[in-house]
């Protein structure tokens, strides 16, 4: 069984340092919540992590099927609840594919793929969220 390992350090007021498997980073809360702002947010690290897990999916199957993608980005607006805790309700991914050859179809295939099967984190947002996704194409 496969397990992931972190470790995250208090340093004082709202700051804190964490491991990862692949390196290190500093949470912080924002000045409104009394932080220094000088690292990320834990709740829009999930969305890096949604919209990085699901990347990596679409990635690969763009790599496998040999599509012509000159740049693909994700676009994630998430609402989050007014009542304590607050937790992220309604989620909204885009994925928007630039290139002058997009094979659409195929493209969207992978979207289809990473986010009805294969990105795990995809699947933990759907325990709690309403996601939407949508897909645009932009050919040049």
Same mark, same amino acid.
């Given at each position: 069984?496969?397990?992931?390992?972190?470790?995250?350090?208090?340093?004082?007021?709202?700051?804190? &340092?964490?491991?990862?498997?692949?390196?290190?980073?500093?949470?912080?809360?924002?000045?409104?919540?009394?932080?220094?702002?000088?690292?990320?947010?834990?709740?829009?690290?999930?969305?890096?992590? !949604?919209?990085?897990?699901?990347?990596?999916?679409?990635?690969?199957?763009?790599?496998?099927?040999?599509?012509?993608?000159?740049?693909?980005?994700?676009?994630?607006?998430?609402? !989050?609840?007014?009542? &304590?805790?607050?937790?992220?309700?309604?989620?909204?991914?885009?994925? &928007?594919?630039?290139?002058?050859?997009?094979?659409?179809?195929?493209?969207?295939?992978?979207?289809? !793929?990473?986010?009805?099967?294969?990105?795990?984190?995809?699947?933990?947002?759907?325990?709690?969220?309403?996601?939407?996704?949508?897909?645009?194409? &932009?050919?040049?």
């Amino acid at each position: 069984m496969k397990t992931d390992h972190v470790v995250t350090t208090w340093q004082k007021n709202m700051r804190f &340092h964490t491991t990862n498997p692949a390196g290190e980073f500093y949470i912080d809360a924002g000045p409104e919540d009394g932080g220094q702002g000088d690292g990320f947010r834990p709740k829009a690290l999930m969305l890096s992590s !949604l919209a990085g897990c699901s990347g990596l999916d679409v990635a690969m199957m763009i790599k496998k099927m040999k599509l012509a993608v000159d740049d693909f980005k994700i676009d994630i607006k998430a609402e !989050l609840t007014e009542e &304590h805790p607050r937790y992220y309700h309604k989620v909204t991914m885009e994925f &928007h594919f630039y290139g002058s050859e997009l094979s659409e179809k195929k493209l969207q295939r992978a979207v289809d !793929l990473s986010v009805e099967t294969y990105c795990g984190v995809m699947a933990m947002f759907e325990k709690f969220a309403d996601v939407k996704v949508a897909t645009v194409f &932009h050919h040049e």
